[in-house]
């Protein structure tokens, strides 16, 4: 007799979240792929589905705790074999998918090339292409894979996708700031892509002090393009910030900048700010347009003058309108919602299409690079 939770016509579903070990989840800092996870599994333990997480052996969670490396392998450089533990870490979700309804893979592509040995449904959620050469990977199991998009920009032309489902934020360690601040921000990794020195280029010429905050992921670049301007008043960088930390700094500012130099597929940072009630000024490449309304909570601007006359322009915007919007479209109930309702019409093997499609109506080749990455 089968147990299978949507078999005994419960809504009760048993769900395996299968994250990174690049980082513990939830991330202490930067770790934006085991934060939508955490959120994710706790979202659906709140819910009352038999939630368990897949991820490093130092990660938290309300449901039950798999793990065979013992911490996230950038928290702990060479502590192990990375290709060694990912391997372990896939096979035993694999190992016990028959306990569950639906795998949610949070990961990134390997674990597609276990989804054709068991019967159990994998619903991959695409957190960005590194590069167009793991395309073919998510091709060759298009026919029975079940995608989830995290915007419409992000979505390639040759797969098939079950849903757009937009990243979700829990509100509660954002605090709601209605005055604004003195400085501008920069969050995130320190990389060309995330435009660094365009926020500190940006911020020179606004005669505004800039804040810099995050991981440096291209020490180069760091060192040649953003370090040197250290030494220049006005322009402080923090390293990685802790929950506390990031709430204050984001809440404190007047405006992120965001001024990257490729298809973000998301940007939770962008997110965060708008939850404390902060603007954000972006480029708008990749999700950008979807998630910014310009003119209510940021500006899109094409260059960097562009973005000089938006820091003149972010005082007439209300911070109410940014912590609303958040409210809106962007919080951890939505998108718990969003995946709670995939995964039982696919676990129920109804239809699972909330917008299954090749493409979204939209050109997403136009707004894709080659450099495209996780948020």
């Not at 990912?86 to 592509?109: C, I, K, P, W, Y």
């Not at 995130?188 to 995330?194: C, F, S, T, W, Y």
């Not at 002090?209 to 953003?226: H, K, M, T």
């Not at 109410?320 to 809106?328: I, L």
Request: charged residues 20%; proline residues 6%.
């Amino acid at each position: 007799m089968t147990t299978r939770a949507h078999a005994q016509g419960t809504s009760r579903l048993r769900i395996g979240v299968l994250a990174s070990i690049a980082h513990r989840t939830p991330p202490r800092d930067y770790g934006p792929w085991e934060q939508v996870a955490s959120t994710l599994a706790e979202g659906l333990v709140a819910l009352g589905h038999d939630v368990t997480l897949f991820a490093t052996a130092d990660s938290r969670t309300a449901g039950r705790l798999h793990a065979e490396a013992p911490r996230g392998y950038e928290e702990d450089p060479g502590g192990y074999d990375v290709k060694v533990y990912e391997g372990l870490h896939n096979a035993a979700a694999f190992e016990r998918a028959g306990g569950f309804d639906v795998l949610s893979n949070q990961f990134d592509f390997l674990p597609l090339t276990y989804s054709r040995l068991v019967s159990t449904p994998v619903v991959t959620t695409i957190h960005g292409f590194s590069s167009e050469r793991i395309v073919p990977v998510y091709r060759a199991y298009d026919d029975i894979a079940h995608y989830v998009a995290i915007s419409d920009a992000d979505r390639h032309p040759d797969l098939t996708y079950d849903a757009t489902i937009h990243h979700g934020i829990d509100l509660s360690p954002f605090t709601f700031r209605d005055q604004r601040g003195e400085y501008l921000l920069f969050l995130g990794r320190i990389h060309p892509d995330k435009g660094t020195h365009r926020a500190v280029e940006v911020a020179r010429r606004a005669g505004l002090p800039l804040v810099i905050a995050g991981i440096i992921q291209d020490r180069d670049y760091f060192r040649e393009l953003v370090e040197p301007h250290l030494g220049t008043p006005g322009v402080t960088y923090l390293g990685p910030v802790g929950p506390a930390e990031r709430d204050e700094l984001l809440g404190g500012a007047l405006a992120l900048l965001h001024l990257i130099g490729f298809a973000e597929p998301f940007g939770l940072s962008v997110v965060e700010s708008l939850a404390t009630g902060t603007p954000v000024i972006a480029f708008p490449l990749g999700s950008m347009p979807e998630i910014i309304r310009p003119g209510r909570t940021g500006f899109l601007v094409d260059d960097v003058d562009a973005a000089v006359e938006a820091v003149g322009r972010v005082g007439s915007l209300s911070r109410q309108d940014c912590r609303d919007d958040v409210e809106e479209r962007f919080t951890a109930t939505r998108m718990v919602a969003d995946y709670a309702e995939l995964f039982s019409r696919i676990a129920s093997g109804g239809p699972s299409a909330v917008n299954r499609s090749t493409s979204s109506g939209m050109s997403t080749k136009a707004k894709r690079t080659d450099a495209s990455l996780a948020p």
